[in-house]
């Protein structure tokens, strides 16, 4: 079963559960989805489809931030929970030793030996994080290490 007919089975389900939050979630990330195969005309992967669930994840933990700095801590739990809900459909996130360990892996294979050597390290490691690990966290253990 791919993604996409997950999400659609998962749809179909929270419609029947009345689960509003599930379903509301689900329509934007189906949506999102569905955007991105019209603007590349052409149906897309699995792997493209993660893409547009981390980015709608991501949207949605930048938001956060901005609640939590306005108050609005009632907006900001109901967004903890969208991204809760997304994460299901992502592969599971690499926990930091883990992390660390492939990036040091591409260091060495890269030959990077200082921070002048970040633009060798992270094109041959983002393809490798992409969906299983956050882009800030990727950077700034990368920072330290070639430091």
Do not use: W
């Amino acid at each position: 079963m791919t993604l996409k007919e997950k999400l659609q089975e998962d749809l179909k389900t929270a419609m029947k559960s009345k689960d509003t939050l599930r379903l509301s979630v689900i329509r934007l990330a189906k949506a999102a989805v569905m955007n991105l195969e019209i603007a590349r005309g052409h149906q897309l992967s699995d792997q493209e489809v993660i893409e547009v669930l981390a980015k709608e994840a991501k949207q949605r933990a930048d938001s956060i931030v901005e609640f939590e700095k306005a108050g609005r801590k009632d907006l900001a739990d109901t967004l903890h929970k969208e991204i809760q809900i997304v994460q299901e459909y992502l592969p599971a996130q690499l926990a930091e030793p883990e992390l660390r360990k492939l990036i040091e892996e591409v260091i060495s294979q890269v030959g990077a030996s200082g921070k002048k050597d970040i633009n060798k390290v992270m094109p041959a490691l983002m393809p490798k994080v992409k969906g299983r690990a956050d882009g800030k966290l990727v950077n700034q253990i990368v920072n330290s290490i070639l430091e």
